[in-house]
């Protein structure tokens, strides 16, 4: 299983030996997921992980120490801080201790780059193997938000292909940080959250992503589910009725 936090041989492992059975066909891109995240669990790894990127941070431990008001010995003793925990302590009306909200502000960036630096890794992996077809980030319905592991701005960079729905902020974000050269798509299909009616979005999502520079059009035709048809016409539009 690919995992942010497994060896790295493992994952270079894996998504290379995909590529070397899917390489050979027309694809666009190769995804990792739908819908995905990555939830705050401090594994072994996880934990080595903000222990080396606090120490490129803050460089020394006295620093560290008195940003997040604690008192470790060095580096390898990190400990990852609850946001229940922060926000306990910086809210104390009689000793408000900003240092732990600090702690926990930290954290999270460590978790983004960690996410970042994965899936850059693993794009890497692929493109060694098959330089034609990107690694893509598919149907970004995960916001930036604490405990997702999420920076927009910081994964576009790492992936060649980004897959979005049609919500304007995360559409509109990543096709400003995606890097040069990479594609951008978006979802349409039997179903129209954020935008337009199901109906309409199938109508009007080949035009609209003319106009902003789309690389290509995802129709997504699955079954129907509450007011989202689930047909589509031959001509790609929707089948009414």
């Known amino acids: 299983m690919i995992s942010p936090t497994a060896t790295p041989d493992v994952?270079?492992?894996i998504v290379?030996?995909?590529?070397r059975r899917l390489g050979a066909y027309p694809l666009y891109h190769y995804t990792l997921g739908d819908d995905f995240s990555y939830p705050e669990n401090w594994t072994p790894a996880a934990r080595e992980y903000l222990a080396s990127w606090t120490q490129r941070r803050h460089g020394d431990i006295a620093r560290l120490n008195e940003a997040w008001s604690t008192a470790y010995a060095d580096?390898?003793?990190?400990?990852?801080?609850?946001r229940a925990e922060a926000?306990?302590?910086a809210?104390?009306?009689?000793?408000p201790d900003y240092g732990a909200l600090c702690h926990w502000v930290d954290q999270q960036l460590a978790r983004e780059d960690m996410l970042v630096e994965f899936m850059g890794a693993l794009h890497q992996a692929i493109r060694e193997v098959d330089p034609r077809n990107p690694l893509s980030i598919q149907n970004t319905i995960t916001y930036p938000a604490p405990n997702t592991g999420f920076d927009y701005w910081k994964l576009a960079g790492a992936f060649g292909n980004v897959g979005t729905?049609?919500?304007?902020?995360?559409?509109?974000?990543?096709r400003?940080?995606?890097?040069?050269?990479?594609?951008?798509s978006v979802y349409s299909g039997s179903y129209g959250v954020y935008c337009y009616e199901p109906y309409e979005a199938m109508e009007m999502y080949p035009w609209w992503s003319v106009f902003r520079q789309m690389s290509a059009l995802n129709y997504?035709?699955?079954?129907?589910?509450g007011n989202f048809p689930g047909v589509l016409a031959p001509d790609l539009g929707p089948l009414h009725g």
Do not use: C, I
């Not at 290379?16 to 590529?19: F, I």
């Not at 400003?176 to 951008?184: F, L």
């Open 165 to 174: 729905y049609g919500h304007p902020m995360t559409h509109d974000v990543l």
């Open 75 to 82: 580096f390898s003793k990190v400990e990852p801080v609850t």
């Open 176 to 184: 400003s940080a995606r890097r040069k050269g990479s594609r951008q």
């Open 16 to 19: 290379q030996a995909a590529a």
């Open 87 to 89: 926000a306990a302590r």
């Open 220 to 225: 997504w035709y699955g079954v129907p589910w």
């Open 11 to 13: 994952n270079t492992d």
């Open 91 to 95: 809210g104390n009306a009689a000793h």
